[in-house]
Structures are given as structure tokens and as C-alpha cells.
């Protein structure tokens, strides 16, 4: 089977740093996918890593470790349109599908 | 126009009706998806498809049929509607080669 962990929530301020961590167990594992879903809507995605280390998109970047089955969600210059939840999804070998975590939502205070 | 479409955007219904639920999409994508996700909890997968001959059970599919009818066309049916299967309803799509998957509006199905 796949299990992913996430912190069920995340506080902070506008202008501050947060990192979203994610683990998992899975079999067959190709990627780590991120996506965030504001209320009421629909989830849009962030970033994908297949390989160690760090993508940098803008303001957020993505980490993964596949020797430690982890990988994070880094958010910097926090705005206050970054409250939504955040969800790490586990790609199967050919990524035929998704599996996702239970998500972490993340309300930025000003 | 919005790239993935997805009727109705809201349903309220009784225990035992048949539903269906409608997904098309203009992207010109191979796969479709179709998620259920309930409050607090993450998107849990119910059928998926690669092509209009190829359809896959994912992780949550008892109780649920669908019916690609064309590339565009994913359809997802509940036979016999019951309480436990109010929540929202997200059609998805993808590309081979791709790592993102597009998501529709999603459907809020209420089963009384």
C-alpha cells in the first residue's frame, strides 16, 4: 500500500518563511507531486520532483529526499493569498496515477 | 472557456437514485481521472482512464461505475446513491510524459 504524512496545519505570518514536510511509504515510486487547493476550489499544482534536491519555482520551492522517502514545500515572502491547504502526492512508477496526502492547510496571519 | 468542465457543479439527491456525473475537457489529453474528496482528507482516487478503451479501478471504486465515451468525455455514475458518498467530486486530466494533473470545478454531491 501508499501512506503519505503531512502536518494537518501550519500558522504564520505574512512575510515569513514555512516549509510543509511530507513522508511517505509507497511501492513503486516515481515522483513527488505538490499542489494547493484554496477554499472552494479546485487544487492546482505547484512543483514535481523526480530526483534529490531542490526545485525552485518564484516564492516556492520543493524538496525531495529518496533515500528518506521525505520531501518538503517551502514558501517564502508569505502573502496573505497563500492561506489554502497544500497536499504532497506520491506518483507510481510511469506515473499512471497520484496518490495523495490528507493535506496541510497553512493560514497566514498578518 | 475554462479547459476542464465538469455538470453538474452541485447535486442534491436521495438514497438509491442513480447519478451521473459529467466531465469534458478541451486540453486534448489522454487521461482522465475522477477524485472523491471528503472535508479534511486529501483526494482519494476512483477510476481512472488512458484512452477510450481503457478504464482502471483506482484505490475507492465500490459503488461507482464510469464510461469514457470519447477523449474529451469522462463520465462517472453512482448507481445507487447512499449518504457515505456525499462530497465533492473533482474530474481531473493529464498527459502521458506530463507530471501535472488539471482539475476541473468539481462537483459538491449531497446524498440524503
Known amino acids: 500500500g501508499q501512506s503519505l504524512e503531512q502536518p494537518s496545519e501550519v500558522t504564520a505570518v505574512e512575510g515569513a518563511i514555512v516549509q510543509i514536510n511530507c513522508t511517505y511509504q509507497t511501492s513503486g515510486f516515481y515522483g513527488l507531486s505538490w499542489y494547493q487547493q484554496h477554499d472552494g476550489g479546485a487544487p492546482t499544482f505547484l512543483s514535481y520532483?523526480?530526483?534529490?534536491g531542490l526545485e525552485e519555482t518564484g516564492r516556492f520551492s520543493s524538496f525531495l529526499s529518496r533515500s528518506d522517502s521525505y520531501g518538503y514545500l517551502l514558501l517564502q515572502e508569505l502573502q496573505m493569498k497563500d492561506s489554502a491547504s497544500y497536499f504532497c502526492?506520491?506518483?507510481?512508477?510511469?506515473?499512471?496515477?497520484?496518490?495523495f496526502g490528507t493535506g496541510t492547510r497553512l493560514l497566514v496571519s498578518p | 472557456d475554462a479547459d476542464v468542465t465538469q455538470t453538474p457543479r452541485n447535486r442534491i439527491t436521495k438514497t438509491g437514485k442513480r447519478i451521473m456525473l459529467e466531465c469534458s475537457q478541451t486540453?486534448?489529453?489522454?487521461?482522465m481521472y475522477w477524485y472523491r474528496q471528503d472535508p479534511g482528507l486529501g483526494l482519494q482516487l476512483i477510476y481512472y482512464?488512458?484512452?477510450?478503451?481503457?478504464?482502471n479501478k483506482g484505490e475507492i471504486s465500490d459503488g461507482y461505475s464510469v464510461s469514457r465515451q470519447a477523449q474529451a468525455k469522462f463520465s462517472l455514475s453512482l448507481e445507487s446513491a447512499i449518504p457515505n458518498q456525499t462530497a465533492l467530486y473533482f474530474c481531473a486530466t493529464g498527459n502521458l510524459g506530463d507530471n501535472e494533473q488539471f482539475f476541473g470545478p468539481g462537483t459538491r454531491l449531497t446524498v440524503l
Open positions: 520532483n523526480a530526483l534529490d
Open positions: 502526492a506520491v506518483a507510481n512508477t510511469g506515473f499512471q496515477k497520484l496518490v
Open positions: 486540453k486534448g489529453h489522454d487521461r
Open positions: 482512464s488512458f484512452d477510450v478503451k481503457d478504464i
